[in-house]
């Protein structure tokens, strides 16, 4: 029978070093989520469905295993843990005083192609803070990223930062139809200059905001990319945004931690839900990236609370391809079953020893 | 050190000439050699080939940070890749063909039959007119599949015309216009931003230029 020979398609076993090494990086970056005073929350592996489609928003819900019970709800595995959390801090967490700051590591499941070492149920591992708005909160969540690479010995590691007010307040001026909308966001997304060439072409827009649209592509890199950009916009919005990540790249120069921060103008990806700053982190030795973030200021309301939401969240699997955690496996001392040796294996594991009896 | 991955096959003499263009050329005859990978002479590219359709998984996965392709390859692949530029070459069409008289689809036939190496492509361009599709997955010779009564339809890309023709088939539709394109890996184009910039820089010049004249 082949359910008892074979495995399904998108999951995965670990097994000895890899299983320790898993739970060595969880440790590692949940010390870190600890040591900024968040605290865990154990969510349910599933929910009603409609509560990740609020998170999740167009497109990936068909990602989402989807399931119905015997009173003919429509539930759903969790394809992400952010929506759990925002809807358990606005419902069960009410009265809880604000900021709340909360950490999770699991496992989630999306109907999507393995790639990149991540299989279709895997780890993640990372944190959300509602009720505070404002650069302090997007810096203190860019800043426990940082730790966590440092903690787990990855020196080699960039944050690109972007923001969806950057792209938002421009587009506000602009206002397309939803059609053409989505196929400029998607030439931006591949960042197809070809493709946004002939898009340009087709469209009647003043050369100005042509060549704004024309520059979004490029505008990444450090400090002169914001000046770069200043120099091109006017409305308040893109311009807000733009403060705002000045200010936060300000403080990054001033902890040194600069070099690890790429301002990215031209990233437009990401969930629905995202409001604010919006970041993914590389590394070079990966192709694809292992975490990503960003603030959700509308996430929370639509489960009834107007709140203030910023989190981000590492792919475990991602970094165990890169990450090397020292695993110490403790030297056990190792009692013959014989005679007396159950008493010597008790008195030794009395003592903190690892045992393991000869059998 | 930027490793690019280019499609052995009917793309590989024009990549490598706007390689060449672009002053990342190579001791030795890459299109006759035997080898699989080469470092260009200025130390700083490194070129792999592999089959067309490989291009955009070695990319994807970034043991290849860039890599040129055709857009029917690239578009077939679904892979996640940065695509900032259609090169001016490689232009071909990717159609539906059939022997003479034969339509898109037929009213009395419930399902159409379309052998292709496109699957994706061809799902979802038959799906989005409504028309049942059994797919007939080959790997080559696709327009031998009508003449031996596989299937009425492919879907295959067509240069000239020419093979179609001697096999007596005609182009119903065409689904797209393709011609090389550059990809680059996500990760790559931030972590190697410089390069990757300069490198796109320089062959964005040498496409404008080409097409101008």
């Known amino acids: 029978m082949k359910a008892f020979t074979q495995i399904p398609p998108g999951t995965q076993i670990l097994i000895g070093h890899a299983a320790r090494r898993r739970r060595a990086l969880e440790r590692t970056i949940c010390s870190v989520f600890e040591g900024w005073s968040y605290e865990e929350i154990v969510p349910p592996i599933f929910d009603y469905y409609d509560v990740f489609i609020k998170g999740m928003g167009t497109g990936l819900e068909e990602q989402i295993y989807r399931f119905i019970d015997r009173d003919g709800n429509i539930l759903a595995l969790r394809p992400e843990f952010t929506s759990l959390v925002a809807k358990t801090v606005v419902t069960r967490l009410n009265k809880a005083p604000r900021p709340v700051r909360l950490y999770y590591s699991g496992e989630v499941l999306r109907f999507e ?36 690479f440092e903690r787990l010995g990855i020196a080699d590691f960039q944050i690109n930062l972007g923001s969806v007010d950057f792209f938002g307040g421009i587009m506000d001026r602009i206002s397309l139809p939803e059609g053409q909308l989505r196929e400029l966001k998607e030439v931006l997304s591949l960042k197809d200059q070809s493709g946004l060439e002939a898009f340009l072409g087709r469209l009647s827009l003043e050369q100005r905001r042509k060549d704004i649209l024309r520059a979004i592509p490029h505008l990444t890199g450090g400090r002169d990319v914001i000046t770069e950009a200043r120099g091109m916009i006017r409305n308040d919005r893109s311009i807000q945004a733009l403060d705002h990540l000045e200010e936060i790249y300000a403080v990054f120069e001033r902890l040194k931690l600069a070099r690890h921060l790429t301002i990215d103008l031209g990233e437009i990806q990401g969930f629905d839900y995202y409001t604010g700053i919006l970041f993914r982190a590389y590394v070079p030795q990966l192709g694809f990236e292992v975490a990503n973030g960003g603030r959700y200021d509308g996430l929370p ?46 008195h030794l594991r009395q003592e903190g020893k690892a045992v393991k009896l000869c059998l | 050190m930027l490793v690019i991955a280019l499609a052995k096959g009917r793309l590989l ?40 359709a490989d291009v955009p998984t070695y990319v994807e996965y970034g043991a290849a940070d860039a890599g040129i392709a055709g857009l029917d390859v690239v578009l077939e692949s679904r892979a996640d890749l940065v695509q900032p530029l259609a090169l001016n070459f490689g232009r071909c069409k990717l159609a539906v063909a059939a022997p003479a008289g034969v339509e898109l689809s037929a009213s009395e036939d419930p399902t159409v039959q379309v052998a292709t190496k496109y699957p994706h492509i061809t799902m979802e361009y038959f799906n989005a007119r409504g028309i049942p599709v059994e797919l007939i997955y080959l790997s080559g010779s696709i327009e031998l599949a009508p003449l031996l009564g596989l299937a009425d339809r492919i879907v295959d890309l067509v240069e000239s015309g020419r093979t179609l023709k001697e096999n007596g088939l005609e182009i119903v539709e065409v689904i797209l216009e393709s011609s090389a394109r550059l990809v680059v890996n996500r990760a790559s184009y931030q972590t190697k931003r410089a390069e990757v910039l300069k490198f796109m820089e320089t062959l964005n010049q040498l496409t404008s230029c080409a097409s101008s004249t």
Request: hydrophobic share 40%.
């Open chain 1, 113 to 148: 192609k393995p790639k990149g070492g991540r299989q279709r149920e895997f780890a993640q591992i990372g944190i959300e803070h509602f009720g505070s708005r404002g650069k302090s909160a997007d810096i203190e969540i860019l800043l426990i990223a940082v730790e966590a």
């Open chain 1, 301 to 346: 309301a639509t489960f009834g609370e107007d709140l203030p939401a910023v989190g981000f969240s590492f792919s475990v699997d991602r970094l165990e391809q890169i990450a090397t955690p020292k695993l110490k496996l403790s030297e056990a001392d190792v009692a013959d079953v014989n005679g007396e040796a159950f008493d010597r294996a008790l």
């Open chain 2, 13 to 52: 003499d024009k990549s490598l000439d706007l390689l060449a263009s672009a002053g990342i050329r190579f001791s030795e005859d890459v299109s006759t050699s035997r080898k699989l990978i080469f470092d260009a002479q200025d130390g700083k590219h490194r070129v792999v080939l592999v089959k067309p």
